[in-house]
């Protein structure tokens, strides 16, 4: 089944602990993207990669890393995460034509206490 | 720059009533048109999209979306809704192969469906 898997579901931390939520895409989809939801304000890009080792800011990069060194991995990575961070984090993978929207993943929802 | 304004942030509605979600674009240039369902506790999914030619789209689960060019709209409806359709909707614009084919979103419309 074609899906992109994000890992974990549920995740609740503390201020300054580094952290990593990984996504992985079995469709062989060059681009990816991560994006945040908070209510009021739909989705957030964070960061995307258009291919392997090629990465690049979204709209709301602060606070956050990402790196792309194989086709179907793109994890998330906090360094040292704020409760400003706490959100719901989405993984989307995609042909990248922009016809072809995104196949999401089911979501991460991070606490940082 | 593209932005996409969802002009209702909650609507509520009885069951097997019609609905109509609202969303309007800005851009510059030709763009792509989709709408996403939230169901609670999961991720989106595309209940249809709009690249070109006929501006009635048809999608999953029976809605349906208008693309408006003058009006730079692009509202989804169902004529009947049921109880299952209660999720979160939103309304995303995509423009070509930059960033990725990078979706702008809307900031989402609450649709709930009452008995």
């Known amino acids: 089944e074609a899906q992109v898997t994000q890992n974990p579901r549920y995740l609740i931390t503390v201020t300054g602990k580094k952290l990593t939520v990984t996504c992985s895409q079995n469709?062989?989809?060059?681009?990816m993207s991560w994006y945040r939801q908070d209510p009021g304000l739909g989705l957030r890009q964070i960061y995307y990669?258009?291919?392997?080792?090629?990465?690049d800011k979204g709209d709301v990069p602060e606070g956050y890393k990402v790196s792309r060194k194989e086709k179907r991995n793109f994890p998330l990575i906090l360094e040292s995460p704020s409760p400003n961070q706490t959100s719901l984090y989405f993984c989307?993978?995609?042909?990248?034509?922009?016809?072809?929207?995104?196949?999401f993943g089911s979501g991460t929802r991070l606490t940082v206490v | 720059a593209q932005s996409v304004t969802q002009l209702d942030s909650q609507v509520p509605v009885f069951e097997e009533a019609p609905v109509e979600l609202r969303c309007n674009y800005s851009?510059?240039?030709?763009?792509?048109l989709f709408w996403y369902v939230q169901y609670p506790n999961q991720g989106l999914q595309l209940l249809l999209k709009?690249?070109?030619?006929?501006?009635l789209v048809k999608g999953i689960n029976g809605f349906e979306a208008e693309f408006n060019k003058s009006q730079t709209s692009f509202h989804l409806r169902k004529p009947s809704v049921h109880i299952s359709d209660t999720a979160e909707y939103f309304c995303?614009?995509?423009?070509?192969?930059?960033?990725?084919?990078?979706?702008?979103f809307g900031q989402g419309t609450e649709l709930s469906v009452k008995p």
């Open positions: 989307a993978s995609s042909l990248g034509t922009g016809a072809h929207g995104y196949t």
């Open positions: 469709m062989n989809h060059e681009y």
């Open positions: 990669s258009m291919n392997v080792e090629v990465t």
């Open positions: 851009s510059s240039v030709s763009v792509y």
């Open positions: 709009y690249l070109s030619g006929s501006t």
């Open positions: 995303a614009v995509g423009k070509g192969h930059n960033q990725g084919g990078k979706l702008i």
